[in-house]
């Protein structure tokens, strides 16, 4: 069974730093059904990325993701007040499967 | 501008059924794949099922394998997922969620707001 595991859990920054956010796959599927979501409070998952680094529709460009096989990182340069929230990352293996978040908080 | 909106959440008694919908607007329901997601208040997101754009394929994940069931009305533009021997654990925030391509795990690129339904005696 699929799982992934995202690291830190928790990520204290102040707004104009970066940050960078890891998911680690327990097993390798393709890149292609590889996405972040952010979920800012009391809203809705938000696609940030798919195919591992595509970017969505309206997403900014500070937002980036790399990675492959069972590794994959989203970067989000220079943090506006906006981008603290949680980011989830998911991947399809034989089911389609959510790690359990990093929140990215105001330090 | 694409909309989805769900509906149908309600506070249910165990072993309740309940049929949730989602209305889709702004965009060619038909030719889109679709999925349910679930949130339990305050926890991560979990995946319950998918839809292909014309019913022909169905999946479920193993939380809903023989209780819940997906459909659509491409007609009325609407999804649902009919909930049954529903239990204290199934209280969540139900999301329903379009694929941004054709294939079964492919990202989700918009959600709706979500419905809540709350499993208590």
């Known amino acids: 069974e699929l799982v992934l595991t995202q690291s830190p859990g928790t990520l204290s920054l102040s707004p104009g730093e970066s940050a960078t956010l890891s998911c680690r796959a327990s097993q390798s599927f393709s890149s292609g059904t590889f996405a972040w979501y952010q979920q800012r409070p009391g809203q809705a998952p938000r696609l940030l990325i798919y195919g591992a680094s595509g970017r969505a529709t309206g997403i900014p460009d500070r937002f980036s993701g790399s990675g492959s096989g069972t590794d994959f990182t989203l970067t989000i340069s220079r943090l506006e007040p906006e981008d603290f929230a949680v980011y989830y990352c998911?991947?399809?293996?034989?089911?389609?499967?959510f790690g359990g978040g990093t929140k990215v908080e105001i330090k | 501008e694409v909309q989805l909106v769900e509906s149908g959440g309600a506070l249910i008694q165990p072993g309740g059924s309940l049929r949730l919908s989602c209305g889709a607007s702004?965009?060619?329901?038909?030719?889109?794949?679709m999925n349910w997601v679930r949130q339990i208040p305050g926890k991560g997101l979990e995946w319950i099922s998918y839809i292909s754009s014309s019913s022909n394929t169905i999946h479920y994940g193993d939380t809903a394998k023989g209780r819940f069931t997906i459909s659509r009305d491409n007609g009325k533009k609407t999804l649902y997922l009919q909930l049954n021997s529903l239990r204290d654990e199934d209280t969540a925030v139900y999301y329903c969620?379009?694929?941004?391509?054709?294939?079964?795990?492919?990202?989700?690129?918009?959600w709706g707001l979500g419905t809540l339904v709350t499993v208590s005696s």
């Open positions: 998911q991947q399809y293996g034989s089911s389609l499967i």
């Open positions: 969620a379009r694929s941004l391509g054709p294939r079964v795990g492919i990202a989700l690129d918009y």
């Open positions: 702004g965009f060619n329901f038909g030719s889109y794949s």
